[in-house]
């Protein structure tokens, strides 16, 4: 047997290999057999709270003090010490109900949940948009952060790639569902939340109001903390109002937001930075207990080609989009931009290349012109993001990187590049650009936008005598402990892409998450043992949905979301899906937060009861059939058996209207009619199972004409008969 890795796993492994032994006493025995009892409510999710932990060290201790045999002693020692030297394990089952080896069935995150940076409980707020319950499901969503319009509308969405739909068919549109929630809620024009009120005295001050500074901010302030948010530009949002164009993230949307989080009662200082004498020690002295910095990555770079600093025309992405956004932001006149009537051409094969594209059109380009060094697989933009592009006119050339560039009179005019080839892939699966000789070539360009990269600036964080007062590496801020994301210096915090460099959104806000927990933790003299973005809930509502209705394909199409006929604006150009399709596509969830894939119900349909009524090739079996939720309707007995072995109860059996109905998380497998006990009336099995098994016995028990007899009333029949011919 594998060694386990679970802590709490490892406590009852220890413990029971003790008491399978013969030299123990009734006391070590009785104290063991509460503490085992102790640590299965841990494993499955049933323990209360973390007094559960002081009770197995009680119990353990009377061991200590009580053992009449001696043996039990250093046992019990053994589980105390497992316990301390494991506590953040234990804390996770316990308050987090999650296990982070995932060995205990009841405490395993679904791979989408898993896979978001912030642990957005995703598989229940989908299933309360799935039944139209979307003010609900949004507070859920705002229980693991702060921004779902903004996030509806720009979140990279990796929980996606990992959905385990994907495997059948198409993954669950995660993140339209999420815009919808917000958006329908919105046009309810719900209530502002009730200001959070001062819980403790200390105030915090947070540096820049980007994603990840809102989020440090909205959580600290949930605590009941007052939060000032010092924001060096004119407008808040950082790279969210600044870096993100208005086509993709309406500013209404981003303002709301920013509003709501205001209306908890954190403070927004614009036009506020934070340098030269104000600086982090003198907000330490204006009162501010702790400190979070979200300065974001602001400074645009440019690769080292010949001749680029000799010609006008050639920007860095960043500077280009907060330059545009900025104008966008004052309502002043577009006619201020560089490109109308040009060719552009953009370098890159991020989210900012096809953004800068995108929005060179909308400014009146003539020609624009991705140049990226890989092809279209590799590159790292959204790929929805890359279509929409192509359907605006940007034009793509792959597998090509600039090497020079040209001008006449002080100004550019183009751009010379070679092809490329790509590599075997390295170490880390990537295919690394390899030059082909003499290859070389000129685009025509007005002016080239560079999207090669950006990083953050952080002089901010020099001090009156010019001394950094944080450690920094490679002109990144550096975290000591990555669970409270505190910096080198006590009392103050980072996160986002000052951190990271540049990044998602969605991971900006899980570093103010995890700072906001962790400030809450230093205030209050806590030590942090886990990771607040791993936390799995219960189970809020299960869709009851048909075999066909989980079997439908997605009805989202995003192809049919884009209004073409406001490519050519800054107003929104993605619709939100219907309330129709956000029903079927939630319909199509699997549920991995209740079914962990471990595949037992189709080892034991297949291998123990022999009718493969179960197929599901997305779980974890030897031969993997392909997923047919309706082939269970036809060759389902109702044994049973599947769900006497589900560990986590994803499968259930209701016996209702002489009927059985067979359900896998709310979705029916199979309804089949049940036949009637002649003895005491009661329905106790299918006909579909009593014809199996009469099948498969033929010949060996008697004959098939035999009355239908329940297992209750059986034994009191074979009484009876014998008592009757006894002699």
Same mark, same amino acid.
């Given at each position: 047997?594998?060694?386990?890795? /679970?802590?709490?796993?490892?406590?009852?492994?220890? &413990?029971?290999?003790?008491?399978?032994?013969?030299?123990? !006493?009734?006391?070590?025995?009785?104290?063991?057999?509460?503490?085992?009892?102790?640590?299965?409510?841990?494993?499955?999710?049933?323990?209360?709270?973390?007094?559960?932990?002081?009770?197995?060290?009680?119990?353990?201790?009377?061991?200590?003090?009580?053992?009449?045999?001696?043996?039990?002693?250093?046992?019990?020692?053994?589980?105390?010490?497992?316990?301390?030297?494991?506590?953040?394990?234990?804390?996770?089952?316990?308050?987090?109900?999650?296990?982070?080896?995932?060995?205990?069935?009841?405490?395993?995150?679904?791979?989408?949940?898993?896979?978001?940076?912030?642990?957005?409980?995703?598989?229940?707020?989908?299933?309360?948009?799935?039944?139209?319950?979307?003010?609900?499901?949004?507070?859920?969503?705002?229980?693991?952060?702060?921004?779902?319009?903004?996030?509806?509308?720009?979140?990279?969405?990796?929980?996606?790639?990992?959905?385990?739909?994907?495997?059948?068919?198409?993954?669950?549109?995660? /993140?339209?569902?999420?815009?919808?929630?917000?958006?329908?809620?919105?046009?309810?024009?719900?209530?502002?939340?009730?200001?959070?009120?001062?819980?403790?005295?200390?105030?915090?001050?947070?540096?820049?109001?980007? #994603?990840?500074?809102?989020?440090?901010?909205?959580?600290?302030?949930?605590?009941?903390?007052?939060?000032?948010?010092?924001?060096?530009?004119?407008?808040?949002?950082?790279?969210?109002?600044?870096?993100?164009?208005?086509?993709?993230?309406?500013?209404?949307?981003?303002?709301?937001?920013?509003?709501?989080?205001?209306?908890?009662?954190?403070?927004?200082?614009?036009?506020?930075?934070?340098?030269?004498?104000?600086? &982090?020690?003198?907000?330490?002295?204006?009162?501010?207990?702790?400190?979070?910095?979200?300065?974001?990555?602001?400074?645009?770079?440019?690769?080292?080609? #010949?001749?680029?600093?000799?010609?006008?025309?050639?920007?860095?992405?960043?500077?280009?989009?907060?330059?545009?956004?900025?104008?966008?932001?004052?309502?002043?006149?577009?006619?201020?931009?560089?490109?109308?009537?040009?060719?552009?051409?953009?370098?890159?094969?991020?989210?900012?290349?096809?953004?800068?594209?995108?929005?060179?059109?909308?400014?009146?380009?003539?020609?624009?012109?991705?140049?990226?060094?890989?092809?279209?697989?590799?590159? #790292?933009?959204?790929?929805?993001?890359?279509?929409?592009?192509?359907?605006?006119?940007?034009?793509?050339?792959?597998?090509?990187?600039?090497?020079?560039?040209?001008?006449?009179?002080?100004?550019?005019?183009?751009?010379?590049?070679?092809?490329?080839?790509?590599?075997?892939?390295?170490?880390?699966?990537?295919?690394?650009?390899?030059?082909?000789?003499?290859?070389?070539?000129?685009?025509?360009?007005?002016?080239?936008?560079?999207?090669?990269?950006?990083?953050?600036?952080?002089?901010?964080?020099?001090?009156?005598?010019?001394?950094?007062?944080?450690?920094?590496?490679?002109?990144?801020?550096?975290?000591?402990?990555?669970?409270?994301?505190? @910096?080198?210096?006590?009392?103050?915090?980072?996160?986002?892409?000052?951190?990271?460099?540049?990044?998602?959104?969605?991971?900006?806000?899980?570093?103010?998450?995890?700072?906001?927990?962790?400030?809450?933790?230093?205030?209050?003299?806590?030590?942090?043992?886990?990771?607040?973005?791993?936390?799995?809930?219960?189970?809020?509502?299960?869709? #009851?949905? @048909?075999?066909?209705?989980?079997?439908?394909?997605?009805?989202?199409?995003?192809?049919?979301?884009?209004?073409?006929?406001?490519?050519?604006?800054?107003?929104?150009?993605?619709?939100?899906?219907?309330?129709?399709?956000?029903?079927?596509?939630?319909?199509?969830?699997?549920?991995?937060?209740?079914?962990?894939?471990?595949?037992?119900?189709?080892?034991? !349909?297949?291998?123990?009861?022999?009718?493969?009524?179960?197929?599901?090739?997305?779980?974890?079996?030897?031969?993997?059939?392909?997923?047919?939720?309706?082939?269970?309707?036809?060759?389902?007995?109702?044994?049973?058996?599947?769900?006497?072995?589900?560990?986590?109860?994803?499968?259930?059996?209701?016996?209702?209207?002489?009927?059985?109905?067979?359900?896998? /998380?709310?979705?029916?497998?199979?309804?089949?009619?049940?036949?009637?006990?002649?003895?005491?009336?009661?329905?106790?099995?299918?006909?579909?199972?009593?014809?199996?098994?009469?099948?498969?016995?033929?010949?060996?028990?008697?004959?098939?004409?035999?009355?239908?007899? !329940?297992?209750?009333?059986?034994?009191?029949?074979?009484?009876?008969?014998?008592?009757?011919?006894?002699?």
């Amino acid at each position: 047997m594998a060694e386990s890795s /679970c802590k709490v796993k490892v406590t009852e492994d220890i &413990i029971n290999s003790f008491l399978n032994e013969e030299a123990n !006493c009734n006391i070590c025995r009785r104290m063991f057999n509460n503490i085992l009892k102790q640590l299965e409510s841990v494993r499955v999710g049933n323990a209360c709270d973390l007094d559960v932990i002081e009770s197995i060290g009680l119990l353990a201790g009377d061991v200590i003090n009580s053992c009449r045999c001696d043996w039990g002693r250093p046992v019990a020692e053994k589980v105390i010490s497992v316990i301390r030297e494991n506590m953040g394990d234990f804390i996770a089952h316990i308050e987090k109900r999650v296990c982070p080896s995932s060995e205990c069935p009841q405490l395993v995150i679904a791979p989408c949940q898993e896979s978001c940076p912030a642990g957005i409980d995703i598989p229940n707020y989908l299933a309360l948009v799935g039944v139209g319950r979307y003010e609900e499901a949004l507070e859920l969503i705002r229980e693991d952060v702060p921004l779902p319009g903004t996030l509806g509308r720009v979140c990279e969405h990796p929980c996606e790639k990992s959905c385990r739909r994907g495997q059948i068919d198409r993954p669950i549109s995660i /993140c339209a569902l999420k815009r919808l929630a917000y958006d329908k809620t919105d046009l309810l024009e719900s209530k502002p939340p009730t200001p959070q009120g001062r819980v403790y005295k200390e105030k915090i001050a947070v540096v820049g109001s980007g #994603p990840a500074g809102l989020s440090a901010a909205y959580f600290l302030a949930r605590k009941g903390y007052g939060v000032t948010i010092f924001e060096a530009m004119s407008d808040p949002g950082g790279m969210l109002a600044y870096g993100i164009p208005p086509y993709r993230l309406p500013r209404e949307v981003l303002r709301k937001e920013i509003s709501y989080i205001q209306d908890m009662g954190v403070e927004i200082r614009l036009n506020s930075p934070i340098s030269g004498n104000y600086d &982090i020690d003198a907000l330490k002295k204006e009162g501010y207990s702790a400190i979070f910095l979200s300065s974001g990555a602001w400074e645009g770079s440019k690769p080292t080609i #010949p001749n680029l600093e000799k010609f006008k025309g050639v920007f860095d992405g960043v500077t280009f989009l907060r330059k545009i956004n900025q104008i966008l932001l004052n309502n002043s006149g577009l006619e201020q931009s560089d490109v109308k009537g040009k060719k552009i051409v953009v370098v890159g094969g991020g989210n900012v290349a096809i953004d800068a594209a995108r929005v060179s059109l909308r400014l009146g380009a003539d020609e624009v012109r991705i140049v990226y060094r890989r092809t279209r697989d590799e590159m #790292p933009a959204l790929n929805e993001e890359i279509e929409d592009a192509e359907k605006e006119g940007v034009i793509f050339d792959f597998l090509a990187s600039p090497v020079n560039v040209g001008g006449k009179d002080g100004y550019v005019k183009y751009v010379e590049c070679l092809r490329n080839s790509l590599s075997e892939p390295d170490l880390s699966g990537r295919r690394r650009p390899v030059p082909i000789k003499d290859s070389d070539y000129k685009i025509k360009a007005d002016a080239i936008i560079f999207a090669t990269g950006q990083q953050p600036i952080l002089t901010y964080l020099k001090g009156k005598l010019m001394v950094t007062l944080v450690d920094v590496a490679q002109k990144r801020i550096v975290i000591k402990n990555l669970l409270t994301m505190e @910096t080198s210096q006590p009392g103050v915090f980072s996160g986002g892409d000052s951190v990271t460099g540049p990044a998602t959104v969605i991971m900006a806000v899980a570093g103010g998450k995890r700072a906001a927990a962790g400030i809450d933790a230093y205030l209050r003299g806590k030590i942090l043992l886990v990771d607040v973005n791993k936390n799995k809930r219960k189970s809020k509502i299960l869709l #009851p949905v @048909t075999a066909e209705e989980k079997s439908r394909p997605s009805l989202i199409n995003p192809h049919h979301l884009y209004q073409a006929d406001k490519k050519d604006t800054f107003e929104e150009i993605t619709l939100r899906i219907s309330e129709e399709a956000a029903m079927a596509e939630a319909a199509r969830c699997l549920r991995c937060d209740i079914c962990i894939s471990c595949g037992k119900c189709i080892d034991n !349909c297949r291998k123990k009861i022999k009718v493969n009524a179960i197929r599901l090739g997305y779980l974890n079996s030897e031969e993997g059939p392909e997923s047919n939720f309706e082939h269970s309707e036809e060759t389902c007995i109702g044994c049973g058996t599947c769900q006497i072995n589900c560990p986590t109860g994803a499968i259930t059996l209701e016996d209702k209207d002489s009927f059985r109905e067979m359900r896998m /998380c709310g979705t029916l497998m199979s309804r089949l009619e049940m036949v009637v006990c002649q003895v005491c009336g009661q329905t106790f099995a299918t006909i579909k199972h009593l014809d199996f098994v009469n099948q498969n016995i033929r010949g060996h028990f008697g004959q098939e004409h035999r009355k239908i007899i !329940c297992p209750d009333c059986t034994p009191r029949i074979l009484s009876h008969n014998t008592y009757q011919i006894r002699p």
